[in-house]
């Protein structure tokens, strides 16, 4: 009788051993995926000053499933804060369960030193630098001056706060009324005249723009400040 005690007992420490290891097999897999896509981003983006908190929590049905006998793949995503749910599958066990996991990130990030309305161009000085939190909504913000400054605000910014991409449009090059060189070229052939812009555009943008010379109409495209060229 003891003899099967004793049995009983050692087989039900092993399994209560595999459960626990199988669930921290999917939270070691989970953590190293979303650190290595971190720190992907991280270069990337030329981030400094970040710093990250991964919490991983398995469902409870993981510890009924078989030890997988390799790294259980994950699906692959773009990067992600806040909270996060991927998929982990072992083919060669045949299971595969979604598993969440709350990805915190602060990071040293340009931000503006002051609200700016649509319309406005950042400029240098409406810039400065502030390590920040960010939420499962800042996958697009900004990381670099350049990305920042000389652009123009397509909506309200507030003081302190992530800038996204969405909320910024390529610099205006040529305003309305602006006068302008019109550069024309095709093969064999190069001219320049004098023109006004009708309308303001980015690069590359078309806008309406009059040949002084012949009081002609046409459509041509920013290429920097004052000057749009022609294409055939």
Known sequence: MLIVYGLMSG???????????????LKARMTQV??????????????????HSITVRVPSGADKLTLCPILPAMDSADIDFGQVQRKLSCPSKGWSLYVRAKVEVSARLPVLNRAMKRGEVVNGKDVTWMKLALKGSDKEVLTKMDDIIGRQVVR???????????YLSAPVLVKIGDKVIIEAKSQGFYAKM???????????????????????????????????????
């Open 11 to 25: 087989l039900l420490a092993s399994f209560v051993q595999a459960e626990t290891a199988t669930t921290e097999q």
């Open 34 to 51: 979303l650190t290595k896509e971190l720190k992907q981003w991280q270069e990337y983006a030329q981030v400094k000053g970040m710093t």
């Open 156 to 166: 309200k910014l507030h003081r302190f706060k992530p800038i996204k991409a969405m």
């Open 194 to 232: 004098l023109g006004e812009a009708l309308e303001s555009g980015s690069e590359g943008e078309a806008i309406r723009v009059k040949n002084l010379s012949s009081g002609k109409i046409i459509i041509a495209y920013p290429a920097s400040k004052g000057k749009v060229t022609t294409r055939f």
